[in-house]
């Protein structure tokens, strides 16, 4: 059996993905180049480099590995009538992204987003921020909108992906890491 460590090196940081090969039906031999095309839309979109991005949860393996017990090992799902369906989760590794929603998280906060901040400083404390924060937050959204909405456009329309994009920021790949053992650490020992 794998150790947690070695499940997050083999299966999460790895070019094979289960989006690409089995919804978007590429070949397996080509996966590595529609892997590429996905990394170069989002990081000239966003502005990033090439390599801090990541294609994360059930769109890269097929299956969910969220520390909610309600959701591990959820198949992806394509069929509304059988629940909610699937998003494609996406990882963006940048230090100066995460510290300019950080600060814009700060500068927009007001009362009426109080039940939002209780999960945040969560997320920041761990080194991260979803993006589903961002939308809820009006000085936030505005500004993640500008940058998200393009990428999103041209993933739909130069991929063909099919499915919601969504996004995380991590502070360092270090937090990714972190984030993921620690999760895949829970989920081995049964502590969900």
């Known amino acids: 059996m794998l150790s947690a460590k070695e499940f997050y090196l083999k299966h999460i940081l790895r070019s094979d993905n289960w989006y690409f090969e089995t919804v978007l039906g590429v070949n397996g031999s080509d996966i590595i180049h529609i892997s590429d095309d996905f990394k170069t ?60 929603y950080w600060d814009l998280f700060r500068k927009s906060y007001k009362p009426k987003y109080a039940a939002i901040y209780n999960y945040i400083p969560r997320e920041i404390y761990r080194g991260y921020i979803n993006e589903n924060h961002l939308q809820e937050v009006e000085g936030c959204r505005k500004e993640w909108n500008a940058i998200s909405s393009t990428s999103k456009k041209s993933l739909y329309n130069d991929l063909y992906m099919k499915h919601e994009v969504t996004y995380r920021l991590y502070r360092s790949w270090e937090d990714f890491e972190e984030y993921h053992i620690q999760s895949l650490t829970k989920i081995k020992r049964g502590d969900l």
């Open 41 to 100: 839309i989002v990081s000239n979109e966003l502005g990033i480099s090439f390599n801090n991005i990541a294609m994360v949860g059930s769109g890269k393996l097929g299956y969910s590995l969220s520390p909610n017990p309600k959701k591990l090992f959820l198949e992806f799902n394509d069929n509304e009538k059988i629940r909610k369906i699937s998003d494609v989760d996406i990882a963006i590794v940048s230090s100066q992204l995460f510290q300019k």
